[in-house]
Each structure stands twice: as structure tokens, then as C-alpha cells.
């Protein structure tokens, strides 16, 4: 098998910032303890009406492209994850695959909620390692702040927009990516929920507008934080096994950033320090698939990640989606 090898990482945030305390003035019913103490979340990024989430992955992925060495015309093809594409049909990948001039590339969403990266580079882990492709962009975006209903204090603190990209290539140099591991359940897909917009209510009509059905709901959002726990602990077991290391020998643990109280209980739980969580919550909240792929490239980019070390990206999310990669920087 060819050894898979990650070139390059990328990421990029709107500029605009929506701190707790607009929260509050915006009339919600909430404060910026409640929301740092119960989340550790403390801003957000958000996207300008005019930005789509092609605008944002484009961002991501020229910053990707340019640190891979790689030409958007030699990608072989295009991962976008997303569950917020600027359309249903065309994909945002294929919006992103026009913005990059990219023809050669072949272009496909992947669907797959907080997870939706990990799912992105094991499906390019499957190509580069068969020979079937030779350079694989992946890329995370999303603008989260439009699905959320403004008003329901449970929903509408978590969220936030942005990209994150990683260039993979069959090739020696670069970064190796040791493992993908990913797993679905639908049976249990109803605590993270956007029923609008979909064939079970087509066509978007006044009434489901009105009804809120095009909102992303969290239903029992208390029983999917600790189901999230369950299974980034069992992710992280499932990485380190699989490549015949212990928990401990991991250096750095960059999880999809849902909440910090979620790494909390990862740590005690695996009895491993928080220093090694790359955290990022704080400053960006969820950004659903985006949030680890941002996460990666910041730490890289600040210099947490050196060469050699362990990196473990653990994900869950809705769908429910959960799963791992893990990377020799
Ligand atoms: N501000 C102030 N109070 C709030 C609030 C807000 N933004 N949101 C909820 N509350 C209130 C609730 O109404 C409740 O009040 P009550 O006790 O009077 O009924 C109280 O705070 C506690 O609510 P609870 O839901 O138990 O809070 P929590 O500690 O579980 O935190 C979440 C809520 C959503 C932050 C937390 O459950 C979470 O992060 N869950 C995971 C969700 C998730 O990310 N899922 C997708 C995985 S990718």
C-alpha cells in the first residue's frame, strides 16, 4: 500500500466576531458566565450575509494549496464536508471546484455533521493509498450562524462559521497519516436535527418557515454531550490501538471543539492532561465539520505541533457520526 501523506493545512475565519455579551443584547435570554461556564465558549465568528461557505472553504484551501506546494490544477479531487453547502445541488464542492479553477479534479460533498472531516480524509486516505488518485484536497466548511433560530438560547450560543483544509498526497514527504477510523448510527440520528429544506418537507414553504423547521434543533442536548464522550473516548482507544501505541503516547488530542467540559471529561476519564488538548472553543465555538480541521492548522501554524509527535484527531457528531484520525507530524 502507498503511504498517505498530508502536504499542507489551511484554514480561514470571518472577521466579524459575535461575543457573548451581543448575545445578551441582542434580548436572549442568557449570560456570558452561563455560556463560558457551560461551554467555554466565548465569541464566535460569523460570516456576512453575502459570504457563502464556498467563499470560506476557497479561503481555507488556497492557504492549503500554497503551503502543499500543490496547483489547484493538479488536484485529482475535491472533499468538501459540510451539512451547510451554498446549495443542495450543485454540491459545495463543486461551487469550490469552479471558484479554484480545479477541472481535473473530481468534486463531492460529504455529509457527515461535527465528523465530517475525519469521514473527508478517510475517503482520501482510501483513493491516494489504492493509486486511485495522487492529490486530494479536503476541506471543512460551514456557515452555522444560518441555520441557527437567534431566539432559542439553547442552540444559538454553540455555533459559529468558518473552513479548515488539508492537502493529501500519495506520496513520501509531508506528514503521514497513520489511521482513519469512522462509524455511523442513524438509529440514533435525532438529537442533532434540521427537518426543513429536505424531501420529507419539500417544497420550503411559509408554513415550515414559520413552524422554524429549516432551524437546526438539539434535542436532549444533556444525553448527546455525554453520548459524545462515550464514543471520543472509544475513538481515541480505537486510534491508539489500532497503531499499536497507548493513550499516553499521544502528544496532541485535537477533538471537534463542541464543548470544553467535553475534554474535561475525556481527560479524567483517559487520565491524560488537558495540556495536550489543542483547544479552540473558546475563541471560535462549533463550527461543526470545520472546527478540528481549523484546529489542526492553527497548531501547526503556532508552532504546538512538532515533527514526529502523535497527533489524534478525535470526532463526533450528529447523525450520529463519530470516528479518528490519527497523524505522525
Ligand atoms: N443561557 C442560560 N441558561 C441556559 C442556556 C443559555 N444559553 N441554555 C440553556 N440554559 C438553561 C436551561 O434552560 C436549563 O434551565 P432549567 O434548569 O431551568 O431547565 C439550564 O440552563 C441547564 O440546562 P442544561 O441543558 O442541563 O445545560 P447543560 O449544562 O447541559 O449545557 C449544553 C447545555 C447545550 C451547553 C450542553 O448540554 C452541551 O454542550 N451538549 C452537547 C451538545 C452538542 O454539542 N451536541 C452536538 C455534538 S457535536
Given at each position: 500500500m502507498v503511504s498517505v501523506n498530508i502536504l499542507g493545512t489551511g484554514s480561514y475565519v470571518p472577521p466579524k466576531i459575535l461575543y457573548n455579551r451581543d448575545l445578551e443584547a441582542m434580548?436572549?435570554?442568557?449570560?456570558d458566565e452561563w455560556i463560558i461556564q457551560r461551554t467555554g465558549i466565548r465569541e464566535r465568528r460569523i460570516a456576512d450575509p453575502d459570504v457563502a461557505t464556498s467563499d470560506l472553504a476557497y479561503e481555507a484551501s488556497v492557504r492549503a494549496l500554497d503551503r502543499a506546494g500543490?496547483?489547484?490544477?493538479?488536484?485529482?479531487m475535491i472533499v468538501m464536508a459540510t451539512i451547510t453547502p451554498d446549495t443542495c445541488c450543485p454540491s459545495g464542492a463543486n461551487w469550490l471546484q469552479a471558484k479554484l479553477d480545479a477541472p481535473k479534479a473530481v468534486s463531492f460533498d460529504v455529509t457527515a455533521a461535527c465528523s465530517g472531516f475525519i469521514f473527508g480524509l478517510d475517503v482520501a486516505e482510501k483513493y491516494l493509498s489504492s493509486g486511485a488518485a495522487q492529490n486530494i484536497l479536503v476541506v471543512a466548511a460551514e456557515v452555522m450562524t444560518r441555520t441557527v433560530?437567534?431566539?432559542d438560547r439553547n442552540t444559538c450560543i454553540l455555533w459559529g462559521d468558518g473552513a479548515g483544509a488539508a492537502v493529501l498526497a500519495?506520496?513520501?514527504?509531508?506528514?503521514?497519516?497513520?489511521s482513519t477510523h469512522v462509524h455511523t448510527d442513524g438509529a440514533r440520528g435525532?438529537?442533532?436535527?434540521?427537518?426543513?429544506?429536505?424531501?420529507?418537507?419539500?417544497?420550503?414553504?411559509h408554513e415550515s418557515v414559520h413552524e422554524g423547521r429549516h432551524y437546526l434543533n438539539m434535542i436532549e442536548a444533556n444525553l448527546s454531550f455525554r453520548v459524545a464522550v462515550r464514543h471520543f473516548i472509544e475513538s481515541i482507544k480505537e486510534a491508539a490501538a489500532h497503531n499499536g501505541v497507548s493513550v499516553s503516547d499521544i502528544d496532541w488530542l485535537i477533538p471537534h471543539q463542541a464543548n470544553i467540559r467535553m475534554f474535561h471529561s475525556i481527560a479524567r476519564s483517559l487520565e491524560?492532561?488537558?495540556?495536550k488538548f489543542y483547544v479552540t472553543i473558546h475563541k471560535y465555538g462549533n463550527i461543526s465539520s470545520a472546527s478540528c480541521a481549523i484546529a489542526l492548522d492553527e497548531a501547526v501554524r503556532d508552532g504546538s505541533i512538532n515533527d514526529g509527535q502523535l497527533v489524534c484527531l478525535p470526532v463526533f457528531g450528529g447523525g450520529l457520526t463519530w470516528g479518528s484520525a490519527m497523524i505522525r507530524w
Open positions: 434580548g436572549l435570554d442568557t449570560s500543490i496547483n489547484a490544477s493538479d488536484l485529482d433560530n437567534w431566539k500519495a506520496e513520501k514527504n509531508g506528514h503521514a497519516l497513520l435525532q438529537h442533532l436535527l434540521m427537518p426543513g429544506g429536505g424531501s420529507k418537507t419539500t417544497p420550503i414553504s491524560i492532561s488537558m495540556e
